[in-house]
């Protein structure tokens, strides 16, 4: 029987190493596996035995492109243990701060990773020679995010100042004025960002997806909300190891997570927007339709144009935000440990980032539990890419793995991420 | 990205401290300190850059050290004049950073935001052990790269820039 075996050795343009079998026989897709071979970090076990205080600097330290998101959820699950509420202007000072990560991390993906593949360049540095203007803007983009990171963060990379409670310090209002500036800047470059992608040319492509996402009564999501899905999950992030199952796959150093009822679910910009679009603001939803990008959009090809919505709204946001604050009396609410678990939830750019701890009485941490959004695609990832190849086999080699790399490419995948899962068994006899 | 404030040149020492010999360019940095000349600006790079497009632009002379491999004669240096010619490929592979410095340079020559003048010093390590410090052959070098940095900064600003830096093309010791 004819059997053909395409091999992606090294997958270019993602965050991480990782790489593509595709296994053809007969004319059919026999088997898809996406290898993730970053090699395990082991984080979860490295947390144990450390104090709740220090979890935050050593998940920032798990991604340089999405720091933020490891924090967000760290400090939402140890809050939900200790029985802190967050709310006012430290709630606000968050989603400022993940208003930043979005920007920086879309905008990269964007016009650096993901432009090349529909405008027919190998990467952004050939890109850039005819597409000069679209580099330039979502270089300025990622520094204006970067700039909030660095104000509200401490630093851009592995940033040092989110607390349990609160934050070590927060800004006055008049060191957000260098900021502003950039900020509606960085409105109309998101903007004429997303009617420059809408020009692209999509290739034909729906995919039942069941999406995942958080939803907020109040806002878009990113630091809070419940955990719901578009085949009527609705769950309490408390409630999601119930729902989901973590899984090997011999051929991966990162897990896969399955909806245990229904198997692969797809998480990340799509999601969020096919669940939460009626939670952007009118002027945004105008632009959206503005470019023909549908309330529910299912063809991964086209997530390229909810990420730059997306960083549309966080500009905005982080404008919106910065207008309405208030320097709070103190930085951080007092946090006393006590013995118990807790979980957390949030929307990293990539999409939902859950972490669950067990601290003991003195807030030592006795178990942690990580699940990264690339995990959790990882299952769809394939599924697309077998979508696409099924349909590509009859292109030359090239085109075909240049086909599955952007069916891999369109959900962002950050292999660094998800290559901290790994359980170590030892059996002594 | 932190340092002095900008001026019409410029030394990057890119790397992260936590990560054995990647941290030879804030290595370098650390040893330059006190010891630039005037007009000379000194930032460290822990990893975003394609921040560096934006900080070298409009520069008269840009200097940056990085860590490189291979893992194969640690301490080796290599001068590259980067103003008009790519890094070689033999170079621009397994970067630390999401866009290395070969990605970097070459987005910003098709930006035309190149500095007039940059000279890239890549030093040949073999650890990156998260939390190790230098290897001692990478260690042994600190001091000759900031020595020759400084006589590169030196020359050029006795010309003004108006000569650009002395050995165009690589060099290695």
Redesign the interface.
């Known amino acids: 029987m004819p059997t053909k075996t395409v091999k992606v050795d090294y997958i270019a343009r993602v965050?991480g190493e990782s790489s593509l079998k595709l296994k053809i026989r007969d004319g059919l897709v026999e088997d898809v596996r996406l290898s993730i071979f970053e090699p395990p970090r082991f984080f979860e076990a490295l947390l144990r035995g450390r104090k709740f205080s220090e979890v935050l600097d050593i998940v920032a330290r798990i991604c340089?492109?999405c720091p933020i998101a490891y924090q967000m959820s760290a400090v939402a699950a140890i809050e939900n243990l200790l029985g802190i509420e967050v709310d006012g202007p430290i709630h606000a000072l968050r989603r400022l701060l993940y208003c930043g990560e979005w920007i920086e991390s879309h905008s990269?993906h964007i016009a650096?990773l993901h432009a090349p593949d529909f405008l027919g360049y190998p990467?952004?540095?050939a890109m850039?020679?005819d597409h000069?203007d679209a580099?330039?803007r979502a270089?300025a983009l990622?520094?204006t995010g970067?700039a909030l990171l660095r104000l509200l963060g401490g630093?851009?990379?592995h940033p040092v100042n989110v607390r349990v409670g609160g934050f070590y310090r927060v800004p006055s209002r008049a060191e957000f004025e260098p900021i502003v500036e950039p900020l509606k800047q960085a409105c109309d470059l998101a903007i004429q960002t997303l009617r420059w992608v809408a020009t692209f040319p999509f290739p034909d492509c729906t995919r039942d997806y069941e999406f995942v996402a958080l939803r907020h009564p109040d806002e878009y999501p990113m630091n809070r909300g419940r955990i719901v899905s578009s085949a009527g999950l609705d769950i309490a992030p408390a409630e999601y190891e119930t729902e989901f199952l973590e899984r090997q796959v011999p051929y991966s150093t990162a897990l896969h997570s399955v909806l245990k009822q229904r198997g692969a679910y797809l998480v990340g910009p799509m999601a969020r927007y096919a669940l939460n679009r009626g939670r952007l603001p009118p002027d945004i939803c105008a632009l959206a339709d503005e470019v023909g990008l549908e309330p529910v959009c299912r063809n991964p090809f086209r997530s390229i144009l909810v990420r730059a919505v997306e960083v549309i709204f966080a500009c905005g946001e982080a404008l919106r935000l910065i207008e309405n604050y208030k320097r709070p009396a103190r930085p951080f609410e007092p946090a006393e440990p006590r013995a118990g678990v807790g979980y957390g939830c949030t929307e990293a750019p990539r999409g939902i980032l859950y972490h669950r701890y067990r601290l003991d009485a003195e807030g030592t941490i006795e178990a942690a539990s990580l699940v990264p959004p690339t995990s959790q695609n990882q299952g769809i990832i394939e599924e697309d890419v077998r979508q696409v190849a099924a349909a590509s086999l009859d292109l030359p080699e090239d085109a075909l793995q240049a086909a599955c790399e952007q069916s891999i490419r369109n959900h962002d995948p950050c292999i660094s991420c998800a290559a901290h899962f790994l359980t170590l068994h030892v059996d002594r006899t | 990205?932190?340092g002095d404030s900008r001026t019409g040149f410029l030394v990057i020492g890119v790397g992260n401290s936590d990560r054995g010999d990647d941290g030879i360019g804030p290595a370098v940095i650390s040893r330059l300190r006190g010891r630039l000349p005037a007009g000379v600006s000194a930032i460290e790079c822990?990893?975003?850059m394609?921040?560096l497009?934006?900080e070298w632009k409009g520069l008269t002379g840009v200097v940056v050290i990085d860590a490189m491999a291979p893992r194969s004669r640690a301490g080796r240096i290599e001068r590259l004049d980067l103003s008009s010619a790519s890094l070689p490929a033999e170079f621009a592979r397994h970067s630390t950073h999401?866009?290395g410095l070969a990605?970097t340079v070459?987005?910003a020559r098709?930006?035309?935001r190149l500095p007039r003048h940059l000279i890239a010093y890549l030093i040949k390590s073999e650890r990156f052990d998260i939390g190790a410090p230098l290897s001692p052959a990478v260690a042994a070098v600190v001091d000759t790269v900031a020595d020759r940095v400084l006589a590169e900064l030196f020359r050029l600003l006795a010309t003004g820039g108006a000569e650009g830096f002395p050995g165009i093309g690589g060099a290695a010791e």
């Open positions: 965050e340089g492109i990269l650096m990467d952004a540095m850039a020679r000069g580099v330039q270089l990622k520094k970067n630093r851009e990379i | 990205m932190t822990r990893g975003d394609l921040e497009i934006d999401t866009f990605q070459e987005i098709s930006l035309n």
